[in-house]
C-alpha cells in the first residue's frame, strides 16, 4: 500500500507539472506569435497608407553625426510598434499595383533581393485570382489594398520571423521538457520524504493491530478454555452459549483484521496462476443457497461457461464468499439474490457481480469498501447480521491484488456489487 501511495503521488505530481507546463509554454508562445504577427500587420499598413512605402519617420543632424527623433512624425498607432530609423532598411518587401482593368501597372522590388519583377507579378497575380485580401504565400505575408484606378499588392517577407517563431518554440519545448524530467526526478527522490508522516502513521497502525491480534487470541482461547470447564462442571446456559458466541465473533474478527493487515501491506503470497473461474465462483457461492433458503431467500447462479481467469483461485473464492454472504445478509426476506459471472463486451474482462433487494439500500456507496465502515441501515440489523464491517475492505483487498475494479450501484432497491478482472487472454 506504501508503495502504492508512493508511486500514486509522484504520478499526480508529474501529471499536474506536465499540464502547467504545457499552459505556460502554450501561453507564452502564443504571445509571441501574436506579437510578432501584429508587428507585421502594423508594418503592412504602414506600407500601405504611405504608397507602398516605409517613410522617413527620422532625419539625420549631419553637423553632429547623430540621429534624432523628430516628435509627433510618427503617427500614434505606430509608436507602440518597434519601428526605428532601421526599419525602412531592415524590412525586405515588394509591392506590385494594377490597373482596374487587372494589368500590372507598377512593380518595386527594391526593397528585396529573393524576387525579380517577373516573380513578384506572378505572385501578386496568383493572389488576386485566389480572391483573399490578405494571407500568407510563400515566405512572404501579403496584402490587397484599394487606391484610386485599382489596386496595391503588398507582400513582406517574414521568412526571418518565421524561423525566429520556430526557434524560440523549440528552444522554449527543449528547456520545459528538460525542467520536467529534472522536476521529475527530484520528486521521485524526494517523494518517500514526502510520504513520510503517512508511511510512519500507517505503519503503526498496522503494528497495533498486528499485536493487538496476537495479544487478543491468548485471553479469548483462555476465555473459551474456561467457558467448556464451566459447561462441563455444570450445565450449559444460555450465558455459556452467549460467552462462547462472542468469542467465536472476536476470534473472526481477529482473523480478519490480521489478514486484512496482511493483504494491505502484500504480505500475503497470493499464487497467480490460469484456473476456472467458472468453477472457482460457483464452488464458493453454492453453499450459501442453503443460507439464504434458511433465512427465507433464494439464491440464484448465473454463470458464464469456461471463463480462464489468470489470479489466485483461493482469493476469489473468498471474494464471492464474502459478496455472497453480504448479500444474503442485507437482502430482504423472500427476495432473490443473483450470482453472475460474465465476459465483457470486449471479452477482455470477466465480470462478476451480486445483488439483491433491500428495503433501505446504503447511500454513501463508495465508504463501503473501508473498513470498519457500516451504514445505518446495516446498524440496525446487527443483532442479526452478526457483520463487522470489514468484509467489504477484504474483497476491496484482493480485487486491488488482482489489479481489477470494484464498485457498488444501487437502482432502486436494488443493491450490485461487481468486481471486473482480465481474463488469462489478455496475459
Known sequence: MIKRLQRKFVLIVAVSLFIVEVL??????????RSVNSENDNLMQMIAENDGKIPDFFKRDDKMHRQMTEPGNIPQKFKNNNFNEETKYQTRFFVVEFTQSGEVSRVDTGHIAAVDSE????????????GKESGTKDNYMY???ERAGGKTVIFLDVRQGVHNKNRF??????????????????????SKRAVKPVIESYEKQRRFITDAGHELKTPLAIISA??????????????????????TRLDGLVKQLLQLSKMEEDDVKLVFADFDMTSAVEQAAQPFEAVAKTNEKSLLLDLQKDIVMHGDENAIKQLTAILADNAVKYADKGSQIKVALSRSQSGRHAVLSVSNECAQPPKDTDKLFDRFYRSDEARTHEGKTGGYGIGLSIAHAVTQSHKGKIECRVDGN????????????EK
Do not use: H
Open 414 to 425: 436494488t443493491v450490485t456489487f461487481t468486481a471486473r478482472f482480465r481474463t488469462a487472454k
Open 119 to 130: 516573380q513578384a507579378a506572378k505572385l501578386a497575380k496568383q493572389v488576386l485570382d485566389g
Open 24 to 33: 505556460i509554454i502554450g501561453v507564452i508562445n502564443i504571445i509571441n506569435i
Open 169 to 190: 518554440m523549440l528552444i522554449s519545448a527543449l528547456v520545459a521538457a528538460a525542467g520536467y524530467v529534472i522536476t521529475c526526478l527530484l520528486v521521485l527522490v524526494f
Open 143 to 145: 496584402r490587397v489594398t
Open 226 to 247: 474456561n467457558t467448556e470447564v464451566i459447561e462441563m462442571t455444570s450445565e450449559p446456559s444460555e450465558w455459556t452459549q452467549s460467552i462462547k458466541n462472542q468469542v
